[in-house]
């Protein structure tokens, strides 16, 4: 088959990564008979010094005539002090809009080569853990009304927090669909004890189970979640939650896979058109160093392989092999403690050598 992808490689360690994940899915291609093609787009800081703005318009026609789309990470120093609208960031929520990606899958498993990385106690993790975090990518507070007016006390700033029954129905339809394929366990969480918005998530979640009734639903409070996510992660299966809880909550869940270097994610919506990038930032204090960990990048590729192009054995082959250089203890510098480490080259050659 022939895939068109769409590359946007971004700023800081971005554009690294996002050639070691053609390097991988060129060679798949040629061992499973694929033909890809990449066409490259700006994004964030380089667009902004380039068009003068963070998502041209070039770069969004190009997403939507794109079969797929692949991203490294926006954003540096430089770009830090523009105004809001025009933040590098502006860029990634504005390109899952206007893709309507609403459904963000973050998978966080603990690698069995990687368990001394898990900042946890032994015990807590010794059975290990892997859950999907099933976040909801367009409505809620970061795409809510927001603004500055004169209040009580003078100058103040607001954000709203707002969801329709549509798109919870629609993350949540998503998230029972995701948790019937795994262990058939979901918790959604969210803040029902204070929140409107969380209380009709609630509500409708549970309306959702008459659909799934082979899936067991439970509610969690998100402080109690952030809690537990530390205290037992094994607990977790598939986990359904808002836009920034989602947010929040993935960052610490990364974190206790010991490296946010190894998180990939994939962004969709209702064709099969996703956008997939690493969970992690441009890390511009490593960028173009030839430090930085490619496999959140490549494991992102992957997860286009199978939700975008239903391509489930050569998605197995990138897996497996990421599996097989983290079981011959290579590492990059984020996980080699100060030893020796492979450059970003080396890892992705290592992982060619295994597919
Ligand atoms: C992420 C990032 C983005 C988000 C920011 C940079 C807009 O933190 O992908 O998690 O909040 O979605
Ligand atoms: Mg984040």
Excluded at 4 to 10: D, P, S, T, V, Y
Excluded at 226 to 254: C, H, Y
Aim: proline share 5%; aromatic share 6%; charged share 25%.
């Amino acid at each position: 088959m022939n895939y068109n992808i769409a590359l946007l490689r971004g700023d800081g360690i971005g554009p690294e990564i996002v050639d070691s994940a053609v390097r991988v899915l060129e060679k798949v291609g040629e061992k499973f008979g694929h033909t890809f093609r990449f066409t490259p787009y700006l994004i964030g800081g380089c667009a902004i010094d380039a068009c003068g703005e963070p998502l041209p318009k070039e770069t969004v026609e190009g997403c939507l005539a794109a079969d797929s789309v692949l991203l490294g990470a926006v954003g540096g120093p430089k770009w830090d002090t523009l105004p809001g609208n025009m933040r590098p960031e502006k860029a990634l929520l504005g390109i899952r809009a206007a893709m309507g990606l609403f459904t963000n899958l973050r998978p966080a498993k603990l690698y069995p080569a990687l368990a001394s990385e898990c900042p946890l106690r032994a015990d807590i993790v010794a059975n290990g853990f892997d859950l999907m975090i099933v976040r909801e990518l367009t409505g809620g507070i970061y795409f809510g009304e927001r603004g500055m007016r004169e209040g009580k006390y003078g100058e103040e700033a607001y954000d709203t927090e707002c969801y329709s029954r549509m798109e919870i129905e629609r993350i949540g339809r998503v998230a029972f669909e995701t948790a019937r394929k795994r262990g058939k366990k979901l918790c959604s969480i969210d803040k029902a004890n204070v929140l409107d918005t969380s209380r009709l998530w609630r509500k409708i979640m549970h309306e959702l189970t008459e659909e799934y009734p082979d899936v067991t639903l439970s509610d969690m409070l998100v402080d109690n979640a952030a809690m537990q996510l530390v205290r037992n992660p094994a607990q977790f299966d598939v986990i359904v939650t808002s836009n920034m809880f989602g947010d929040i909550l993935s960052d610490e869940a990364s974190q206790i896979t010991g490296s946010i270097g190894m998180l990939p994610s994939a962004s969709l919506g209702e064709t099969t058109r996703g956008l997939y990038e690493p969970i992690h930032g441009s890390a511009p204090d490593i960028a173009g160093k030839h430090l930085a960990n490619p496999i959140a990048t490549i494991l992102s590729a992957a997860m286009m392989l199978l939700h975008s192009f239903g391509l489930a054995a050569e998605h197995d082959a990138i897996v497996n092999a990421v599996d097989a250089v983290l079981n011959a203890g290579l590492r990059t510098a984020d996980l080699a403690h100060g030893a020796p480490a492979l450059s970003t080259e080396e890892m992705t050659d290592a992982i060619l050598e295994r597919i």
